[in-house]
């Protein structure tokens, strides 16, 4: 494990998570109430004894420093790390990352070091769980230049991913960036009895997907950036290396979801909640690490709760109904609310009583008799007693205004928006 050192990707701008990267990078994004998408990737590393790590980062990255430094802290007997490479103006490169191989090449003097045999890239705003340690030891056993993650899909999915074609040996020889026509889907199609070989049940999966996690041996890394100026990995230097290195797959069998839409950032978490979530977050062996809060237990006094997850530091009065739905920390509800399939991601602090009433802007968090369904409603908002946060027009997508917008069918209040009493949206 010392040979290898990980690099996550963590300059997205994320602008199909807009307005919830307004403020913030995509890695930062909150999810399942407490943690942050970031946390997905490196808790993985850790749970895998991979200790050796850099973010690269470069978009409204203030949270997102802000929540490493105060999370990954090792220990002085311990060579771990996990340090943040922020876009800079060095003597080889003045300008911006534009892209992500382009991110990784503009840091290469930190991974040409002595000791370093293996590489691993790694996005930062995918949510999955999987031991990093079967995958090098694919990438050994099969003597592999590069190893890239991949999980079986069924055809409805193969048609918005990368989908690779393999030969028998699991060698990588084609690549097709979300192939629409029917020849196309053919001629990366895979046989189900290779899956099955392989110890993976098809179950209607006869395509690969790239998960957009790459292992390389360092030498081959350094050789396609420093010889090209590609820009991207998934669109330019994995096809690249397919041609050039022997690229083999490591399969992976399962929950995976890459977070770039609002629609999927809000079925995933959602899913979280259910009674079977298809990611599971309690996992004694496999914890998921987040920054260490000192927030007293939840309160809840008279509430109807349904397949959903509290997280720590709430109050939430009585006689509200909040059904299938995320409630982050330090979330403020008032009496008689009902939340209905939505995310409430809660707030950074809490703030003393008012004590003038002749305020304009309702008290932190939401006020009594509230009704939000469908909506993600983020941090540190002020919502007004009797507001409607419902997409009752079943509007599929909105302009923003100060209030908030509607994407992907979804109510979205900004961070730190205020919403008068009685407001319908």
Request: charged share 20%; hydrophobic share 40%; net charge neutral.
């Amino acid at each position: 494990m010392h040979e290898l050192l990980t690099l996550v990707l963590g300059g997205g701008r994320g602008t199909r998570l807009y307005p919830l990267t307004k403020f913030r990078s995509k890695p930062a994004v909150p999810v399942a109430g407490k943690y942050r998408l970031i946390d997905i990737p490196l808790s993985n590393c850790l749970n895998s004894g991979m200790n050796h790590i850099y973010v690269l980062t470069q978009f409204n990255s203030v949270s997102l420093h802000r929540h490493i430094r105060r999370t990954y802290v090792f220990d002085p007997f311990c060579d771990g790390f996990v340090e943040i490479l922020a876009a800079q103006q060095t003597l080889t490169a003045e300008r911006w990352y534009q892209g992500t191989a382009d991110a990784v090449r503009q840091n290469l003097r930190y991974v040409d070091q002595p000791g370093v045999r293996f590489v691993l890239i790694l996005s930062g705003d995918q949510l999955y769980r999987m031991d990093f340690r079967k995958m090098l030891e694919t990438h050994i056993r099969t003597g592999a230049d590069v190893t890239i993650g991949a999980v079986p899909v069924p055809r409805a999915a193969a048609s918005e991913l990368g989908i690779m074609r393999l030969d028998d040996s699991g060698r990588v020889v084609g690549f097709l960036e979300k192939p629409k026509s029917a020849e196309e889907l053919e001629h990366v199609r895979i046989d189900p009895c290779w899956l099955r070989d392989h110890g993976i049940e098809p179950q209607e999966r006869e395509f690969l997907a790239s998960m957009g996690i790459y292992l390389f041996s360092r030498p081959r890394l350094c050789d396609c950036l420093e010889k090209t100026s590609y820009q991207d990995f998934g669109k330019e230097v994995f096809p690249a290396a397919i041609r050039s290195f022997r690229v083999f797959v490591h399969l992976f069998d399962g929950y995976w979801e890459d977070i770039g839409t609002i629609r999927s950032f809000y079925q995933a978490n959602l899913g979280l909640a259910s009674q079977q979530p298809p990611f599971s977050l309690f996992s004694p062996d496999l914890p998921i690490f987040t920054r260490a809060r000192f927030l007293p237990p939840s309160r809840l006094d008279g509430v109807t709760l349904r397949n959903s997850l509290v997280a720590d530091g709430c109050l939430i009065g009585a006689g509200s109904v909040i059904e299938n739905s995320i409630i982050g920390l330090r979330s403020l509800i008032g009496k008689n609310v009902t939340i209905r399939n939505s995310i409430i991601m809660g707030n950074d602090y809490y703030e003393p009583p008012q004590n003038d009433a002749s305020s304009q802007i309702p008290p932190l968090g939401i006020g009594d008799d509230c009704i939000i369904d469908g909506a993600i409603v983020d941090k540190n908002c002020h919502i007004g007693t009797g507001a409607r946060i419902v997409n009752l027009t079943g509007v599929r997508d909105s302009e923003e205004t100060c209030y908030g917008m509607v994407r992907d069918g979804i109510v979205v209040i900004p961070k730190g928006t205020v919403i008068p009493s009685e407001f319908a949206f």
